[in-house]
């Protein structure tokens, strides 16, 4: 499992654990890219270990998000699917702000990361154990990407950039940080000077004059007739 914590220039926090089979490397390794994704959006990204508990710069600092990164256990039988939860108000004092962010999160990363929303919460979300160990001022949330060994998730979770791209997607969007570069505005074209261009103008019509077309080039075809200006002749073949 992963931590991300998070400022207004933001900080996450890492941390690991053993977790469901599997669930140490994918987090690291997920974690790990997040926060490179993040720092070049301009976040200011902390990670920690498995004791972050008692890091004194996560639990006595005010984050603007502190974000555990988990992958599931595989439960037989299902589609897989993951979910984003948020601290139970009783151990969160910002529980409004973390319920934003965690929805900002669910709205981008499932919809990124193709894995099925299965939102639900139990205990070991709700209260999980770092959220007595963070101040009152840092929201808070926790995501399981999926889960790690349902033969449809793992195939998806092995793709580093779309999992970790996903994730940092929910972040920016959370923050209000642009994740895609702006689209160029697409040029306007120039006015056609129509005098210049009239006397290479070539009119095609079908033999009822219903269709009438500008191109550069002379159009033959059987039917049609072609003019030059004013100079008219029918095609007969």
């Known amino acids: 499992m992963g931590h991300i914590n998070a400022k207004n220039n933001i900080e996450p926090s890492l941390r690991t654990s053993t977790g469901a089979p599997g669930e140490q490397e994918l987090t690291k390794r997920i974690t790990d890219r997040v926060s490179a994704l993040l720092r070049d959006k301009g976040f200011e990204v902390r990670q920690t270990d498995a004791c972050a508990n008692g890091d004194i710069t996560i639990t006595q600092t005010d984050w603007d998000l502190f974000l555990a990164i988990h992958g599931d256990a595989d439960y037989a039988g299902d589609n897989g699917g993951g979910f984003v939860d948020y601290p139970d108000p009783s151990v969160d004092a910002s529980t409004v702000e973390s319920k934003r962010i965690k929805e900002a999160i ?82 306007t074209p120039a006015p056609i000077d129509w005098q210049k261009k009239y006397d290479d103008l070539i009119v095609i019509a079908d033999k009822d004059h219903n269709l009438i077309i500008d191109v550069r080039g002379i159009v033959f075809g059987k039917g049609f007739w072609w003019t030059k200006i004013n100079k008219l002749k029918t095609l007969l073949s």
């Open 106 to 187: 669910e709205s981008e990363y499932f919809k990124h990361a193709e894995i099925l929303n299965t939102p639900h919460s139990n205990p070991n979300t709700k209260f999980y154990y770092m959220w007595r160990y963070l101040t009152a001022n840092t929201p808070c949330c926790l995501i399981e990407l999926g889960q790690v060994q349902d033969p449809h998730d793992k195939v998806l979770l092995a793709d580093t950039n779309r999992i970790a791209g996903a994730v940092a997607r929910g972040v920016c969007k959370a923050f209000n940080i642009p994740y895609d570069p702006p689209t160029p505005p697409i040029p």
